[in-house]
């Protein structure tokens, strides 16, 4: 009798395939959930490989084909992926033992690509463990080993050690390969932190305060779908980073104002915008309908008004029909190179062109929504990404091209992070490794005509 393969690496398998082919992890992960039964602890090894494999792919694929008999074999797409989800077994999972996981990809290689596929994928995966440091060699300083082992764009890892220095970017890059906590912002409109603390322990949850954070809990051992959690249909908590939360309260909102979300999905950043003071009314504008109407859900879910519009923020018909605005936040498409923890994907996605690309699209959201700004008003444009071109690039062009604006710097003090403020910007990326937080960047403007 032929064992099956197992639930957990069947949908790692599937899920992979879908994200290789340009879906994003968690909504492939979601998809596979909704519609596949899966134990607990099926889900959550499922999930681990996924991401695990996601964060060190080019790693994965280096040791393969330094395993093959002849490296310049070309390799059935789908028998390297059954390859990355053993490897990744192997090396970072120790509750699974080696013989299990060459098993199970054995297993997986029968049912997928029939029996003659069972021998490479032992043959590969054997020459590995004989020969592991030989197959998974140790980086060098080289750019092109760190973007290989680490699994980043050599582009990205070049920029970056020309500006940071060597011995940072080894850290980051180290540290984006890392799991990131699951953090979660009470809803002060609902109840308490310590309410919210309550509720979790008290369902098993292991649940505690942020150091800094006054409204955020971290979760452990939470898969990532937060529907199942105690008080999330209720409107208890939002999901959103520590390294998120920092910027609506650099906008200042106060009671009475009015206030518009230029980039508003998924909808995190309105939320505490409404949360954060009474009678503020919002604004908030997507181009994206599908997340607009995830946004729209996400608000109603957690009892903040809003007016929801779909269109292009940086259109000048949609704007003509806006008034005013007493602050406005932009919290700008980017390449998002800041969060690579939550989204490993996006390392093989953005390339070396993208940043020019994203900071010329940022440059005109802010120059045609600076029109609707009142005199007086604070514009905040914010990224959750660390390129010089879409963070600094971008706050010196739109100052040369927009006079009547003056930079409002950011002080220390404005920021619970230690070390993510500097030089009137709020600017995480030097404090990223230490404090354990995302990679954003936010710069404050006034009107002073």
Request: include cysteine; aromatic fraction near 8%.
């Amino acid at each position: 009798m032929v064992k099956s393969e197992s639930p957990a690496r069947r949908a790692a398998f599937h899920i992979l395939k879908k994200t290789l082919a340009g879906k994003y992890a968690e909504d492939a992960l979601n998809e596979y959930f909704l519609t596949n039964r899966l134990i607990s602890k099926d889900k959550s090894l499922a999930t681990e490989i996924v991401y695990g494999a996601m964060r060190r792919r080019n790693r994965l694929d280096g040791i393969i084909q330094r395993s093959l008999n002849d490296p310049s074999k070309k390799i059935n797409p789908d028998a390297r992926l059954i390859l990355i989800i053993a490897l990744y077994q192997l090396i970072f999972l120790d509750r699974v033992p080696q013989m299990a996981a060459v098993n199970e990809a054995a297993i997986q290689a029968r049912a997928l690509l029939g029996a003659g596929a069972v021998g490479f994928i032992n043959g590969v995966l054997r020459s590995f463990l004989r020969e592991q440091n030989r197959r998974d060699p140790a980086p060098t300083d080289d750019p092109d080993s760190l973007a290989e082992y680490f699994s980043h764009p050599v582009w990205l890892v070049r920029k970056l050690i020309d500006r940071y220095g060597l011995d940072y970017i080894k850290a980051w890059l180290a540290f984006n390969n890392t799991v990131p906590d699951f953090e979660v912002r009470v809803n002060p409109i609902k109840l308490t932190k310590d309410d919210l603390l309550s509720l979790f322990l008290e369902n098993g949850i292991d649940a505690q305060t942020h150091s800094s954070a006054a409204q955020t809990l971290i979760l452990k051992g939470i898969a990532r779908d937060p529907g199942l959690l105690p008080g999330f249909r209720e409107g208890f908590f939002s999901v959103q980073s520590v390294g998120s939360q920092l910027i609506v309260p650099l906008l200042k909102v106060r009671a009475g104002d009015s206030v518009l979300d230029a980039c508003a999905a998924p909808g995190g950043k309105t939320a505490q915008i409404g949360a954060s003071t009474s009678s503020v009314s919002i604004t908030a504008i997507e181009k994206n309908k599908f997340r607009l109407k995830s946004a729209q859900e996400n608000l109603t879910r957690l009892e903040v008004s809003a007016l929801m519009i779909w269109g292009d923020a940086a259109d000048p018909k949609l704007l003509d029909q806006l008034e005013q605005f007493d602050k406005i936040l932009v919290d700008a498409p980017c390449s998002t190179l800041g969060v690579l923890r939550r989204n490993p994907e996006s390392k093989y996605r953005v390339r070396a062109t993208d940043p020019n690309s994203y900071a010329r699209a940022q440059l005109k959201l802010l120059t045609a929504l600076g029109s609707k700004l009142k005199k007086g008003g604070i514009l905040l444009y914010s990224v959750c990404t660390v390129t010089q071109e879409e963070t600094h690039g971008v706050v010196a062009k739109f100052l040369k091209i927009r006079s009547e604006f003056k930079l409002s710097p950011i002080e220390p003090h404005e920021s619970v992070i230690p070390g993510s403020v500097g030089d009137g910007y709020l600017d995480t990326f030097a404090c990223m490794v230490e404090q354990r937080v995302d990679g954003f960047f936010a710069a404050r403007f006034v009107k002073s005509a």
